[in-house]
């Protein structure tokens, strides 16, 4: 198989078992996420993705979180449990995808694309649950922040990539 140009060429699976053709979202920015539910950065991530969510999914952003356990153990539930949790605690309405691998042999194909870039500092494997990619409306990783980075500072990338004003409306 050949190696994915994009995130667009690749397929993965959504909390109920169900292949998802990332080619759905060509033309959108995406912010991709791997998060937990046992997190001390759970309540913030949730609430500000879900406040970056509400302004942008009109303007061509989708968030597309990915549950992770591989850190602290901080992700144990099923796909079930996780989106119930998600949506009565923070009611977010963004896609929750199956649980999988950020680092490792057995790391998700997305994830394995998504750090093939020049990172410098970030090195290769994600440091914890709710590192950050900003992808462009290609496919293109092009934005990766640290777990501990809010979703609300990196705002002002989501409007470039959207291609809106970057004033503060007042």
């Known amino acids: 198989m050949a190696a994915p140009q994009s995130v ?21 920015v995406l912010l991709i996420v791997n998060v937990a539910s046992k997190c ?5 991530n ?6 970056l969510y509400e302004k942008y999914k009109d303007l061509g952003l989708e968030i597309l979180a990915f549950p992770c356990n591989q850190f602290g153990d901080e992700e144990p539930g099923s796909n079930d449990q996780i989106v119930d949790f998600v949506c009565t605690r923070f009611k977010s ?6 649980k999988i691998e950020v680092n490792g042999n057995d790391a998700a194909p997305l994830y394995k694309f998504l750090k093939l870039g020049k990172w410098g500092i970030f090195g290769d494997d994600i440091q914890w649950n709710f ?3 900003l992808v462009d409306k290609e496919g293109q990783p092009v934005h990766r922040y640290y777990p ?3 979703p609300l500072t990196i705002e002002r990338d989501i409007k470039m990539l959207l ?8």
């Open 8 to 28: 667009f060429d690749l397929t993965v699976t959504d909390a109920k078992g169900n292949d998802v053709d990332l080619s759905i979202y060509r033309g959108k």
């Open 40 to 44: 001390g950065l759970t309540n913030s």
């Open 46 to 51: 949730y609430t500000e993705l879900n406040q």
């Open 93 to 98: 309405d963004f896609p929750i995808f199956g």
């Open 131 to 133: 590192a950050k990619f």
């Open 148 to 150: 501990t980075t809010s």
């Open 163 to 170: 291609g809106l004003p970057l004033t503060d409306e007042k």
